[in-house]
Each structure stands twice: as C-alpha cells, then as structure tokens.
C-alpha cells in the first residue's frame, strides 16, 4: 500500500496505486503540501478523475483542479503563478482563462486549474469534487457546487434527424461547389454531432457522462458504434463517402426502432434521395 499525506480520497486508500500513476498522486500532494504552507491558501478541490470518478483516473488523465484561496488575494496568486509554480518544474504553462492555466510538468502529467475565493463559489458550475486538502475555516460542503450544471437541451429524434438530413445536404453541395473544407465540417463535425445525440436519445448508458462533453467515453458507453465511426469519418477528400455511410447508418437505426418518432418519415426519405441523386451526380462528372 503506497502511504500519501494528503491521500484522503476514500476510493483510493488502502489500494495499491499503480507506479504509472505516481507522478500524479505525488503532483497533488506537492499542490497540498505547498497549500499547507500558505496561509492565504484555504483548500485544494479536485474534479472529474481526481474528484468523485476515481474509477476512471488512469496514465493518460488530466489532473482537473481548483485551488481556493483567501478573499482579495486571488489576483496575487494568479499574476505570480503561486502554488503551482512552486511544485515540480514545468514545461509548458498557458493562461486560458480569466482565473487559471492549463499546465504541462516536465514529467509529462498535465493540469488544467483555476484559482477562485471561496465567495465565487456559488457562481460557476462544476462537477462534484473531493477536498484533498482543506483547512478547517472552509466549508467541506463547497466540493458540491451551489450551481447546477448545465441541463443538456430536451430534444427529440425528429429534430436530430431533420438537422442531420439538413446538414448532410448542405455538406454534399459545399463538396459539389470545391468548398472542401465546409464540406468536411458540415458532415463529419455538425453531423457527427447529430448522430452522437441519436445514440444518447436511443441507448442511455450506466456509464459515466462528462456533461460538458458527450463525446467523452463515447466508446465506452457504445462499443458497437466504432466500426459505424469508422465509416462515417471517412476525411477531407472523401466527405461523399461519409454522406452516404450515414444515409445507410440513419435508414438501418430507423428500421430497427419503428416505433421511434423519427418525424415525417416520407418526408425524409425524399430528402435522403435528392441527397443521393447529388451524390450521384459526383460520379458522372
């Protein structure tokens, strides 16, 4: 059993961590460690991965996290980059928001922070998060945010289809036109999105969702649909292709739920031949 200061997340206490994933573990206790001994510094909050899913932490995950400190001293740590300049050596440190960084470490174990005081809280959403340290003054009930997330839009399969079809239309005439890469971003980007929601209406999953990003462990929730990506993205210069895998992918999924509104069904399947009279006419020029 590896025996951490700071290592209070329960999942993980008792387990044994894999040596790949010490680098991690080590960069949030060095984080506590030089918290610990700022005394502007009220909390380290993780999220996701290093959260409340620690089931999913693995190599390749990103270390997600807030560092809370005192009212009015939040500029001062942001400008001089206190706490995570203090850690290990850093590559690579970006300032992408307003309040925090996305880091790379020289160990290759890569972050994405933010600073905050503790009366911002209530205003921002995020994920619920586990303290990894935390002084006694801060709330513990801050790792569960006073904001809701973010509800992802109620939609239908009749919306999703129509926008699919249009979409399809519109890429293959931008393709006819030479306009390539509009082409390729109206099929295998706006489409693809499309279809990512058809798969979320049709086939919920046990499987964790990342709310800002359905995207995320797509795989995992829907392992049969990666022979259907694999012929849907197909590229830049073959974004016909993709069209017509997604004509056959949407015409075999309404078949197999008919029961489904899919809206006007006659309707969309006139659509779905003017698309493939257009994409007939590609072959003959």
């Known amino acids: 059993m590896n025996d951490f200061k700071y290592l209070t997340l329960p999942s993980l206490l008792g387990k044994h961590i894999h040596s790949e994933l010490l680098n991690h573990i080590n960069r949030l206790?060095?984080?506590a460690e030089a918290m610990e001994k700022n005394s502007r510094c009220l909390g380290l909050l993780g999220l996701g991965s290093i959260g409340q899913e620690t089931d999913r932490l693995d190599l390749w995950s990103d270390l997600d996290f807030f560092i809370i400190v005192e009212e009015g001293s939040k500029r001062d740590f942001i400008e001089k980059r206190l706490i995570i300049g203090e850690c290990s050596e850093m590559d690579w440190?970006?300032?992408?928001?307003a309040d925090g960084y996305k880091i790379l470490w020289s160990d290759g174990v890569f972050g994405e922070m933010a600073y905050f005081e503790p009366g911002e809280l209530s205003d921002i959403s995020y994920g619920n998060g586990w303290f990894w340290?935390?002084?006694e003054t801060l709330s513990a009930k801050l790792n569960e945010p006073v904001k809701a997330l973010p509800e992802k839009t109620a939609t239908t399969l009749a919306y999703q289809t129509g926008e699919l079809l249009s979409c399809l239309y519109v890429g293959t005439t931008r393709f006819i036109r030479g306009e390539k890469l509009s082409a390729y971003r109206f099929v295998q980007t706006f489409c693809l999105d499309r279809f990512i929601e058809i798969y979320r209406i049709l086939e919920p999953s046990s499987v964790t969702v990342d709310p800002w990003s359905y995207d995320r462990r797509f795989e995992q929730r829907h392992?049969?649909?990666?022979t259907i990506l694999n012929s849907i993205l197909s590229g830049y210069e073959r974004t016909p292709e993709s069209v017509r895998q997604f004509l056959l992918w949407l015409d075999k999924t309404v078949q197999r739920y008919p029961e489904s509104d899919w809206g006007d069904l006659?309707?969309?399947k006139i659509f779905s031949i003017r698309i493939e009279n257009l994409l007939n006419s590609l072959k003959n020029n």
């Open 266 to 268: 006659a309707a969309n």
């Open 93 to 97: 440190c970006f300032k992408n928001t």
């Open 223 to 226: 392992p049969e649909a990666e």
């Open 133 to 135: 340290w935390r002084r």
């Open 29 to 31: 206790n060095e984080i």
